[in-house]
């Protein structure tokens, strides 16, 4: 088992929920790095739980941006004019997005509130 912070994932189209049929997609990360990701719903019962459910980052009316990614990294051979290459690939288990918790602003804003009415009352 892996995790694989800060990815986006692409390569499914206009999908935004996890399919029905088993696809191929891919994680990105902010250095143009790409590893594959099979979504297996036939053969692994954590991805035919997910059928159905939001693929997170890829709503249109929520994007939230990275994602972590939990998983089983595999490598399997591809040989290819007599040459054994290894591709490695990713069998997602779960997905977390980090989105940040109202109470998690409103802090931020009496912190901010407070430094302005400091630096206010030190100037007057």
């Not at 997609?25 to 297996?40: A, E, I, P, R, V």
């Not at 997170?56 to 009316?61: A, C, E, R, T």
């Not at 939230?64 to 290819?80: C, E, K």
């Amino acid at each position: 088992m892996v995790e694989i912070k800060n990815v986006t994932i692409s390569g499914q189209g206009a999908l935004t929920t996890f399919p029905a049929t088993n696809e191929a997609m891919y994680l990105n990360d902010s250095s143009g790095n790409q590893l594959t990701m099979y979504f297996w719903y036939t053969s692994y019962s954590c991805d035919g739980m997910m059928v159905g459910a939001p693929i997170p980052g890829n709503n249109p009316k929520a994007p939230y941006g990275p994602i972590d990614v939990y998983g089983m990294l595999t490598s399997y051979p591809s040989v290819s004019a007599g040459i054994t290459n290894w591709q490695d690939e990713l069998l997602p288990t779960a997905f977390v997005q980090e989105i940040p918790e109202p109470s998690s602003f409103m802090l931020a804003g009496v912190g901010l509130l407070s430094l302005l009415a400091v630096i206010r009352r030190r100037h007057s």
